[in-house]
């Protein structure tokens, strides 16, 4: 993603940083006293390295790791890549815009999708390995989702380094432009008694994490 004019809420819009960023989140959602809830894990980070951009990734929960990013962005296709200088995260996603929604997607349409990126009152909480979170608004509107006919997907994070091969699957792809966002810091969102969890092997030789 392009943060734009990224700034404390009281400065100026000309006064902000900009940064280009890439960013694995994996969803969840539970019941806390029958009331559901909802909330991104960072599971990694990269940032491009230009000027301030560096001091602006740190402004966002999760530890930014510094990449060369790339962004193709034309009227009718997308392409973006991304090179983190660890050599841990390797990107590269492009595709063609498409007027229809994946028959195969999880989400029904992109109103679902842009309920669980956090298009309602509430926001959606993001927090990182060591528990610290912030809430996230987004400003958007459902009809802002342009579906991406994906023409060529790889991300290094899903060959087994981080995430079991085979245990992701692609779903889809969209386009999002024009977003208003605001974040709020909200400190440590784990408690300070919850053990760290602790991967380990299932029957099927998938890492699963540990009961906290």
Same mark, same amino acid.
């Given at each position: ?21 890439? /960013? ?9 006293? &029958? ?45 973006? /890549? ?13 595709? /063609?815009?498409? &007027? ?65 091969? &085979?245990?992701?699957? =692609? ?12 974040? /709020? ?23 699963? =994490?540990?009961?906290?």
């Amino acid at each position: 993603m392009r943060l734009e004019r990224l700034r404390p809420r009281l400065v100026p819009g000309p006064l902000g940083l900009s940064m280009e960023m890439c /960013t694995h989140l994996i969803p969840a959602e539970w019941e806390d006293n &029958g009331v559901r809830k909802d909330v991104l894990y960072v599971l990694r980070r990269d940032v491009q390295v230009r000027g301030l951009g560096r001091a602006a990734g740190l402004l966002l929960p999760g530890h930014p790791n510094p990449a060369r990013i790339a962004a193709i962005d034309e009227v009718e296709q997308m392409r973006v /890549t991304a090179e983190s200088k660890d050599g841990a995260c390797r990107l590269d996603l492009g595709g /063609t815009l498409s &007027g229809q929604w994946p028959r195969t997607s999880v989400f029904s349409n992109g109103r679902h999708l842009m309920h669980i990126l956090g298009n309602n009152a509430d926001g959606f909480l993001v927090f990182d390995e060591h528990g610290h979170g912030a809430l996230i608004e987004l400003e958007a509107h459902p009809e802002l989702a342009e579906p991406l006919d994906v023409l060529q997907q790889s991300s290094s994070l899903f060959d087994g380094g981080v995430i079991p091969k &085979g245990a992701a699957q =692609p779903d889809a792809s969209v386009v999002l432009r024009n977003l208003v966002c605001v974040w /709020t810091p909200r400190g440590n969102v784990l408690r300070a008694s919850q053990r760290k969890a602790v991967a380990k092997e299932n029957g099927e030789g998938l890492r699963e =994490p540990s009961p906290a």
